[in-house]
């Protein structure tokens, strides 16, 4: 059976709205899988994208993406379906790590398929595969229940003060971040990264640089002012300096 003719008027408007469009033959031809760029496996492109990701992306995933390549390094990113993402997550969970403060699972679960959507990320980002094609896309992450946590008790922050200011080896130094950390809330890295030239005294602000590059100018109380400033001039920390350091 012949194909059947095409006018030579249709070919012409055809080529006209496609050089309109800026589409050329080439492009088509490849859309269609004729110069398709090779999709790699798991381990093939797992180390790439751990290279590309910022650190806490690397720690949070990077147990996850060896998972994956252990399950199916051999196998090509677009021969996964959706249903074999949800029985690994249903693995993960199974063998998850239990703690007093475990919750079944869910958190294994809900960090593979996180691992998975940041990896299929990249590859559609590289132009690997296309977002249509996304399996992780298309497994849902599990609920999140309620937090368990709840605010200590006065008896409590006040056992935490007392034992933080008489035990360890620098109790003044022990003693001064837990007082930070309960007026401000500041993260561990916030504390870590104070200089003396982040003190505002006059208005007992501080500058407070934490997780993502984030900083904020945090009010204190005038006596942790003065602990701050008397701390930085005892342990004569320069102006740039770690201001909270050991003698």
Known sequence: MTAPQVRPEVLEAARLMLTQMGISATDLLQAAG????PVPTFAEYVPIVAAAVPPGSQRMYGTYWNKVVAKWGQRRLDEIAPTEIEALAREAQANALQRRNSRG?????EHLISALRCLYKRAVADGIITEAANPAMKVAKPSRLSSTRS????ERIAELVATAATTGNDPELDALLVRLHIETACRRGGALALRPMDLDVDQCLILLREKGGTFRWQPVSPTLMQYLQRHSLQRRVPGDGQLLRYA
């Open 151 to 154: 605010a200590l008790a006065d």
């Open 34 to 37: 004729g110069t398709r760029r």
């Open 105 to 109: 699972g869910r958190s294994a679960t």
